[in-house]
T-cell receptor
């Protein structure tokens, strides 16, 4: 089993609220990722990090922001949630020992609903 | 055009059937490919990596055709427990470890 955890698993929140989705991994992986997935649709990469103090935007534009102050922690923040942000957010990490590619380990996801 | 494309299905097959999925990719610079399995409302999990020489893991066989830019997954002797969505993924052109996923192909194995 992968040691990567996301909280909250489910969140229902009103428009305009600030939210932070937490992601932690205990595998010592340098690379971490945030994907967004709508039902029946593909995963879209929205943020990634190659290590502490490294963050990059992914292929899908997102109004969210991320930070990487510690290796094990990669939180995602929405300053002002809107209904269009309703989606599932999946955090993942990978092992640098496998070079630039390798298995992605996913958390169980955070399912966000903005009313 | 999407970088990785799959037929979303669903593929409805009886138990014991052999089923094959294809996935095409547009970026010839992609280096590595994978098949992930995603159960309903769950996170994706790696099923197998895909090599040019083809690889087999029990009832599952994956192959890569670089000339035609597609990868395939063959499942033999389908089980009810194989019902899931199968995601094809390839590395991005910059080969920085980012994976680009297809939409997924849904398989329903019926008794």
């Amino acid at each position: 089993e992968a040691d990567i955890y996301q909280t909250p698993r489910y969140l229902v929140i009103g428009t305009g609220k600030k939210i932070t989705l937490e992601c932690s991994q205990t595998m010592g992986h340098d690379k971490m990722y945030w994907y967004q997935q709508d039902p029946g649709m593909e995963l879209h990469l929205i943020h990634y990090s190659y290590g502490v103090n490294s963050t990059e935007k992914g292929d899908l534009s997102s109004e969210s922001t991320v930070s990487r102050i510690r290796t094990e922690h990669f939180p995602l923040t929405l300053e002002s949630a809107r209904p269009s942000h309703t989606s599932q957010y999946l955090c993942a990490s990978s092992d640098p020992g496998q070079g630039n590619t390798g298995e992605l380990f996913f958390g169980e996801g955070s399912r966000l609903t903005v009313l | 055009r999407k970088e990785v494309e799959q037929d979303p299905g669903p593929f409805n097959v009886p138990e014991g059937a052999t089923v094959a999925f294809n996935c095409t990719y547009s970026n010839s610079a992609s280096q590595s490919f994978f098949w992930y399995r995603q159960d309903c409302r769950k996170e994706p999990k790696l099923l197998m990596s895909v090599y040019s020489s083809g690889n087999e893991d029990g009832r599952f066989t994956a192959q890569l055709n670089r000339a035609s830019q597609y990868i395939s997954l063959l499942i033999r002797d389908s089980k009810l427990s194989d019902s899931a969505t199968y995601l094809c993924a390839g590395t991005s052109s910059s080969n920085t470890g980012k994976l680009i996923f297809g939409q997924g192909t849904t398989l329903q194995v019926k008794p």
